[in-house]
């Protein structure tokens, strides 16, 4: 959770940022992908997806994965998100 | 031609291992390096980041099962996937650094096995996941020496755990699972996994240079 307080301490940090560093934290979740790439192999594993579904949603995942790992690696240091 | 490494699978205190088999990136040879008491069983390997591809990480589970049961089976501290060594210098070097935590690990899981447990529900299930972890607990408990918390990594994973048994003891823990499935398998998807390599009970971090 935000701390509200921090907003008022820190008049630097603009809304617009707030909210801005939120899109990025949910987009590039790369813990909640990786969670994702797991349950569809699992879901796979015992049957409830066929092959050709767990193959083309796992190209999607890894996909996303490398995008998000790319995105944090180059947002380092420049978006600080306090939870 | 590129050079070769050495892609590594686990660590054994037997040095007499060497066999043909289908290892991590088409790998063909299975074989030990040996330093002390401490053997590495690994593969050449052309690359210093194999391919995180399903056939790999099976491949490289695959291996492991083989050491585990192959020729009577032996005891083996299982590594990660992707560590791959330079060279047999490097590999010989982590040897060295470690032996005592690889000794220590090799003693924990000696004559032991994991094996796996998930309990996954319908979606918008409503769940009593306490009471069916207490249940579990109850019956996996006697029958095994440890116990590790994996993530449940679905909203739909009720519990997902992973157990380390006596080889002796495996008819008694498949006997206790089948209880869990008799009990929760018409409304759960109960999934039994392994034996494998005990990777939940081990827990070494190599900090030398690969």
Known sequence: MFVVDDLLVRPFVSLINVVHAMAIEE??????????????????????????????????????????EQARENLQGKVEIKR | MASTHLYTYGITDDADVAFETDGVDGATDVYA?????????????????????????????DVLQELLYRDGGRTVVPMQFGMVFKNARALKGVLRGGRRAFRKALNDVEGRVELGLKILADEGATVDRESIVASVTERLEPVSVSEAENGLFSDRLVLNR????????RAAFDEAVDGIIDEYGETFTVQYTGPWAPYSFVDIEIGAQR
């Open chain 1, 27 to 68: 987009l590039y979740d790369v813990e909640a992908i990786r969670d994702d790439i797991k349950e569809n192999r699992l879901l796979f594993e015992v049957g409830e997806r066929s092959r050709e579904e767990y193959e083309e949603r796992r190209t999607d995942l890894e996909r996303q994965l490398d995008v998000a």
């Open chain 2, 33 to 61: 390096v040996e330093h002390g008491s401490l053997a590495a069983v690994v593969s050449d390997s052309e690359t210093m980041e194999p391919d995180r591809s399903d056939e790999n990480l099976r491949a490289h589970d």
């Open chain 2, 162 to 169: 992973s157990y380390l048994v006596e080889r002796d003891d």
